[in-house]
């Protein structure tokens, strides 16, 4: 069966600080890769997704980047952390398009 | 923006009891699915209806859809406790399938 892991699960990063998440798929090849991120009492807004290794696209302008260095590891960067990346950041993965996306258990970073 | 819009924004029933949440959205959808999310963890998949389906039920929950209102429903039939959650719904759209979410419903099943 396949899991997705990610890490840490808390962060507490000053502001300009980098920042560094990553997850990890196991049990499948050549997934589609997701970032979400949730601000408190909201829902989830797509920032990055890939349906391949290098192939990243970015759904909104934005403080971080993504990398998907092997089939199965997606890799979500800051250079200079700002107050407002402060969040619930969720990895997700699927088969192909079209199909259930399945989440992770997610990273709490908070910027002071 | 093609996010889904679930409403009521919060549901307090007592434990027995069906709950019912709608979502709504704006354009055409490959598909759209339901995750619950209990505080502060991550997303539960519940279930995908894909554009083609009207109804679809696994366990306790019942999906509808309905493509000519661009509109859809979550059924929880036989409330329990422990089905206390945030859920939401997400259309899918785009070339990799993104889901995009709302901001949810907020259930409370009181025992």
């Known amino acids: 069966s396949q899991t997705i892991h990610q890490w840490p699960a808390t962060l507490v990063q000053p502001v300009g600080s980098p920042l560094s998440l990553e997850c990890t798929v196991e049990g499948t090849s050549n997934p589609n890769l997701y970032w979400y991120r949730q601000a408190a009492g909201r829902g989830l807004q797509l920032l990055f997704y890939s349906v391949g290794i290098g192939q990243i696209s970015s759904e909104v302008p934005q403080n971080l980047s993504a990398s998907r260095p092997q089939d199965r590891q997606f890799i979500l960067s800051s250079k200079k952390l700002l107050l407002s990346d402060s969040g619930f950041y969720l990895c997700?993965?699927?088969f192909g398009q079209g199909n259930e996306q399945y989440f992770g258990p997610g990273t709490r970073l908070t910027v002071t | 923006s093609q996010q889904g819009e679930e409403d009521p924004q919060a549901l307090s029933i007592q434990e027995g009891e069906n709950a019912t949440m709608n979502c709504s959205y704006k354009t055409s959808i490959n598909n759209l699915q339901w995750y619950r999310q209990n505080s502060g963890r991550g997303l539960v998949h519940l279930i995908l209806?894909?554009?083609?389906?009207r109804e679809k039920h696994s366990g306790r929950l019942r999906v509808t859809l309905d493509t000519s209102k661009k509109s859809s429903s979550l059924l929880i039939t036989a409330s329990r406790a422990a089905d206390t959650a945030s859920y939401f719904c997400a259309p899918q759209t785009g070339s990799a399938r993104q889901l995009t979410f709302g901001s949810g419903t907020q259930l409370t099943v009181l025992p």
């Open positions: 209806i894909r554009s083609n389906e």
């Open positions: 997700a993965w699927s």
